[in-house]
């Protein structure tokens, strides 16, 4: 770790591995999402090395406003020998060439432990931050996905599609070993692409009784597509509350609720799964200006099956329900509102002990 670093562990206790006596609980992969907020991506490194000895087995970057999605799996990989994975890294945001080169650099680092998760974003990322234009995502995705399978295998691709074109690239440096795609998908038409073109699907914003509608699609479309339904790995970023039920924590919950489900891609999901009646006044009150009124409008239901919130075994609890509707793996994202940094630290790397699954040998991820 860099000398002008923190110790990820000072003004809280160490992270400790968990007794093997909790080892059978936990049968598939949990796996955080990095980076934790309140930590410099040089303290990853110590994290994702205790992190590792508590029995994660994965770390899942994700990209937004902060840093961008490879650099803390760099990180990581370089501390341990954990999987890494993007969820996402966005198709629109970089030129297909980029983020084949993007790619590579994460295989280099860690071979053989790298997947590529793809997707679309939204609007407002795509849009109104990079000045984009968000068109026909299905279809961008799956030609990402097709040139990165060539691009990433060596090729000298020349690649002619709906969304883009590609004259005669070629990685200089390709990865030693094939990278798996992950395609981030919300409705049908994005869950069948996962299905049909990617090696693993990456789910969001649903609840645990929403997984199995979400992954009939995915296993469907791969059936259809003449490949084995059971190869492809379900994959999910989990959203975590980890303060104490309070209204002020009810209150910060149902503004994170209503901020993202306005977003127009993630309404639509909400609708497609069958949420739109409980949803309508929030959205209503949200297009007619008053943001007061929306966010009081979300249903506690609504809140509390989104965003796993409580006790801690209330939490593993919640992480395991999603398990067993058919997460292959749960990468979780812990969130505290704590303002104060040195407690926000220590609450944080608190959840990421107590929530371990515990130290055992990694499980093979379904290929």
């Known amino acids: 770790m860099a000398a002008t670093a923190r110790s990820p562990t000072s003004g809280s206790r160490?992270?400790?591995?968990?007794?093997?006596?909790?080892?059978a609980v936990n049968p598939k992969r949990w796996a955080l999402s990095v980076p934790l907020?309140?930590?410099?991506?040089?303290?990853?490194?110590?994290?994702?090395?205790?992190?590792?000895?508590?029995?994660?087995?994965d770390a899942w970057s994700l990209e937004?406003?902060?840093?961008?999605?490879?650099?803390?799996?760099?990180?990581?990989?370089?501390?341990?020998?954990?999987?890494?994975?993007?969820?996402?890294?966005?198709?629109?945001t970089r030129g297909p060439a980029t983020l084949a080169m993007c790619a590579a650099g994460v295989a280099e680092v860690a071979p053989g432990r790298f997947c590529l998760g793809i997707g679309s974003g939204s609007q407002p990322i795509v849009e109104a931050w990079n000045g984009g234009v968000f068109g026909r995502?299905?279809?961008?995705?799956?030609?990402?996905?097709?040139?990165?399978?060539r691009a990433l295998a060596g090729e000298r691709v020349v690649f002619r599609g709906e969304t883009f074109s590609?004259?005669?690239?070629?990685?200089?440096?390709?990865?030693?070993?094939?990278?798996?795609?992950?395609?981030?998908?919300?409705?049908?038409?994005m869950l069948r692409v996962a299905g049909e073109v990617g090696d693993g699907a990456i789910l969001n914003w649903l609840s645990a009784q929403d997984v199995p509608k979400s992954v009939a699609v995915v296993r469907e479309a791969a059936q259809k597509a003449g490949r084995d339904p059971a190869t492809i790995e379900i994959t999910a970023r989990l959203l975590i509350n980890v303060d104490p039920p309070s209204p002020a924590s009810d209150l910060a919950v149902?503004?994170?609720?209503?901020?993202?489900?306005?977003?127009?891609?993630?309404?639509?999901?909400?609708?497609?799964?069958?949420?739109?009646?409980?949803?309508?006044?929030?959205?209503?009150?949200?297009?007619?200006?008053?943001?007061?009124?929306?966010?009081?409008?979300?249903p506690e239901r609504v809140m509390n099956d989104l965003i796993i919130r409580g006790s801690m075994a209330e939490i593993r609890a919640h992480i395991g329900r999603y398990l067993d509707a058919g997460i292959d793996t749960a990468f979780l994202a812990l969130s505290t509102l704590e303002t104060d940094p040195a407690r926000r630290r220590a609450i944080l790397l608190d959840a990421v002990q107590t929530l371990a699954p515990a130290t055992r040998p990694a499980p093979t991820p379904p290929r």
């Open 14 to 23: 160490p992270l400790r591995a968990r007794s093997e006596g909790n080892a």
């Open 37 to 57: 907020d309140g930590f410099a991506l040089a303290e990853h490194a110590e994290i994702a090395r205790a992190a590792e000895r508590l029995g994660y087995v």
């Open 64 to 92: 937004a406003d902060g840093v961008d999605c490879f650099a803390p799996l760099a990180v990581v990989g370089m501390a341990t020998s954990m999987r890494l994975g993007t969820a996402i890294a966005n198709v629109y």
């Open 137 to 149: 995502p299905a279809t961008r995705v799956r030609e990402s996905a097709q040139f990165l399978r």
């Open 166 to 189: 590609v004259d005669g690239f070629r990685l200089s440096r390709p990865p030693a070993q094939p990278i798996p795609i992950y395609v981030a998908a919300l409705r049908p038409g």
């Open 254 to 298: 149902r503004r994170h609720v209503t901020a993202y489900l306005n977003v127009p891609v993630y309404r639509a999901f909400q609708e497609w799964l069958g949420r739109a009646s409980v949803l309508e006044p929030m959205w209503n009150a949200w297009q007619s200006g008053d943001r007061k009124a929306a966010v009081g409008a979300v």
